[in-house]
């Protein structure tokens, strides 16, 4: 199973900032940039005024070799978008981090998240039998 995300490394301009790092944890921070603001379109998202958080996937096997799946923007504020060359992804349930389903939807490429309040949830991609195909993690912001 190939799970990627977006393809462009996130960056950040701003006055001042740095990173710490050591076997177990890595900081990053960031001074300037009192506003936050937030452009995207169907192909890319920007947010300025914060750091960017790396992308972090976990996937479940499942998909077939050669069927691959990009999820992006992650994190995303109104929007998850997805570009598979699977055919056998039917429908999504979004589970928040105490496992409660938040979240049913037939497979939509342009998944509107707006509803869902800032947090931490994992995504499940089913087949028509409801088989789980793969498993992902993603942040609201």
Do not use: C
């Not at 701003?14 to 936050?36: D, K």
């Amino acid at each position: 199973m190939a799970t990627q995300a977006q393809s462009i490394e996130p960056s950040v301009v701003n006055a001042s900032g740095g990173w710490i790092q050591n076997a177990t944890v890595l900081v990053e921070w960031s001074l300037g940039e009192p506003a936050i603001t937030t452009i995207s379109n169907a192909e890319n998202i920007v947010t300025q005024g914060f750091i960017q958080p790396h992308l972090e996937i976990s996937g479940v096997d499942g998909l077939i070799p050669g069927e691959e799946i990009t999820v992006y923007s992650n994190p995303a504020r109104d929007h998850l978008l997805f570009k598979t060359n699977s055919t056998r992804i039917a429908s999504l349930t979004v589970y928040d981090l105490l496992g409660r389903v938040v979240l049913k939807n037939a497979f939509v490429p342009n998944l509107d998240i707006r509803q869902l309040p800032g947090g931490v949830y994992f995504v499940s991609l089913l087949d028509a039998k409801s088989r789980l195909l793969t498993t992902f993690k993603i942040i609201k912001i």
